[in-house]
């Protein structure tokens, strides 16, 4: 994190900085320019219109959320407060893997499911946020890095607790902090120096990534849908040709100790998420199973 950004450690979780950035980031200006690529996206959006006006200025809807609009096709606005991206889509299973130049306007990223799983590059950004639950600790906590120009300039009536300058002055204990959340990020901090960093953690989270996505694109008793180059590395989703096999396919995975593979409630079908946290060992457990039960029932 280059020396002219501030790293804060705040509750509310990532949906308040949905809100709170645009209220530390308007400056005067009237509208906020959206890239909609997921549930996440969406949410920000809808959190972001009761503070002021939204431009989404492309989207993926029309195609169920399986890609990235190619940036030069973005209809952005040159008088825009930010323009606010979701790095990588948790549920949809949509990663961004380069990210856009957009002149002068502020890039806002939330990075809550991507975060420390690869380097990349803070100075493209205005704001990056993240709540801490993915890749970092417990939910509870969140970590906002924000370039030290966008602070300082909240909208009138603003309350303290929502208002980076504050929080910066006070170090992130303008109130009590999430105390022992905060402890366990800086044991995760740890940790990761531990396994050889955030760029050794890449290299293992694309070996994990690799070898699932080959084995659900084996034969087509599976299915993802994504464009293959903006498939996530955390939040691997995926169908059952035969949807009928649902309960079974779940039964019989908790039975061997894969757990949570239910799909989230908004898309369905199942999802693998092989955040930093899961060995490289649970990706190969869960290709074995996904391919002997395929071979008992395909
Ligand atoms: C989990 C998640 C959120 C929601 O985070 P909260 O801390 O529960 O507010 C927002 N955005 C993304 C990309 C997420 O993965």
Redesign the pocket.
């Known amino acids: 994190v280059p020396s002219n950004y501030k790293v804060l450690f705040l509750q509310g ?3 308040l900085q949905a809100s709170m950035i645009p209220m530390n980031l308007l400056r005067g200006k009237t509208s906020m320019d959206f890239i909609e690529t997921g549930h ?1 996206g969406t ?1 920000a959006i809808n959190e972001a219109q009761a503070i002021a006006n939204v431009n989404i200025a492309a989207t993926s809807k029309d195609k169920g959320f399986t890609y990235v609009p190619a940036f030069d096709t973005w209809k952005l606005d040159k008088n825009a407060a930010f323009v606010h991206i ?1 790095p ?3 549920i949809h299973g949509v990663e961004f893997y380069d990210f856009p130049n957009v002149g002068d306007i502020p890039l806002v990223g ?1 990075f ?2 991507t975060i420390m799983s690869r380097p990349f590059d803070v100075s493209k950004f205005g704001v990056i946020y993240a ?1 801490a ?2 890749n970092i600790g417990p ?1 509870g906590i ?1 970590v906002v890095i924000v370039r030290d120009d966008l602070i300082g300039n909240v909208i009138p009536h603003t309350p303290d607790l929502l208002n980076f300058k504050k929080h910066v002055e006070a170090e992130s204990m303008l109130n009590t902090p999430a105390t022992y959340n905060w402890y366990l990020a800086g044991l995760v901090f740890k940790w990761t120096k531990a396994q050889g960093g955030v760029a050794k953690l890449e290299e293992v989270n694309k070996r994990k990534a690799a070898k699932l996505y080959d084995a659900l694109d084996a034969t087509g008793f599976y299915i993802n849908s994504i464009e293959k180059s903006v498939r996530s590395r955390m939040n691997v989703p995926f169908f059952l040709k035969d949807e009928s096999l649902n309960d079974k396919f779940l039964k019989e995975a908790n039975e061997r100790r894969l757990l949570n593979l239910k799909g989230h409630k908004v898309s369905g079908g199942m999802r693998a998420s092989i955040y930093n946290a899961m060995p490289e060992a649970g990706v190969d457990a869960l290709i074995d199973f996904l391919k002997d039960f395929e071979k008992r029932n395909g």
Do not use: F, I, L
Request: proline residues 0%.
């Open positions: 979780g990532a949906t996440w949410r979701t990588n889509e948790t939330d809550s499911s709540g639950q993915k939910s969140a």
